[in-house]
């Protein structure tokens, strides 16, 4: 039992000053012992502000190295983080807490070959099943911990999943108000933003590209323009 326990203790590792673009944050690192493994589980608290009072606004955020690092237009990943950023300075409070979850908790390689499989046609839930995952593999026990250890007890999330939600709701963090975090989506995007509206039941509004109540093909779109960048 003393085993388990200590491996459950979370360690803030330093805290910085970290000026962005956003404003000034302060960055807590945090890890953890994985459960049962030598894995340490790391997480980033981006903070701004005083957390004690009314609820502040929370993003829990998933690393994403290809739309964040490299640019790419196959998630909304990158303008979500931006977009709960912007919020916070503009609140003057409230925190990110950034998980070293790639691609929905599969790492970066396996997202790799997910993406290979959605090239050929199957949607990014599929691609998880034929790769032997579940279509979200990521834990959010460690950003409950680090809430705790922050005496974090109420937020106003800032998602469009619910999975998040009921997460925080069942190990006890009252969720005041979920926040929608919604970005644009492109050509690229579009198929993987549908699928987490159909499959994964994240609140999308999807705006119909054309105006009708049909949504277009936008990669066939593409096809016949391959120059063109379709923003829906």
């Known amino acids: 039992m003393k085993a388990a326990e200590e491996m459950e203790i979370l360690y803030r590792v330093a805290t910085a000053r970290m000026p962005t673009k956003w404003g000034v944050f302060n960055a807590a690192g945090f890890e953890r012992a994985a459960n049962g493994t030598s894995q340490i589980d790391t997480a980033l608290a981006m903070i701004m502000g005083d957390l004690r009072g009314e609820a502040p606004l929370l993003r829990i955020h998933s690393q994403c190295f290809t739309g964040e690092g490299l640019g790419s237009l196959r998630c909304d990943c990158s303008d979500q983080l931006s977009t709960a950023m912007r919020a916070i300075a503009a609140e003057g409070r409230g925190l990110v807490i950034y998980e070293y979850q790639e691609g ?129």
Request: charged share 25%; glycine share 6%; net charge positive.
């Open 104 to 232: 929905r908790g599969i790492g970066l390689m396996a997202k790799l070959q997910a993406y290979e499989l959605q090239d050929g046609g199957i949607d990014t839930v599929d691609a998880n099943h034929v790769l032997g995952f579940r279509a979200d593999c990521r834990d959010y026990s460690l950003p409950v911990a680090i809430l705790r250890e922050l005496s974090v007890q109420r937020v106003r999330l800032l998602t469009n999943n619910p999975a998040k939600v009921r997460a925080l709701i069942d190990a006890g963090i009252e969720v005041v108000a979920r926040i929608p975090c919604e970005a644009k989506a492109n050509s690229y995007s579009l198929p993987y933003l549908r699928t987490k509206k159909e499959k994964m039941d994240h609140v999308l509004g999807l705006p119909h590209h054309d105006g009708t109540g049909q949504i277009k093909d936008l990669r066939a779109l593409e096809a016949a323009n391959p120059h063109a960048l379709h923003w829906i």
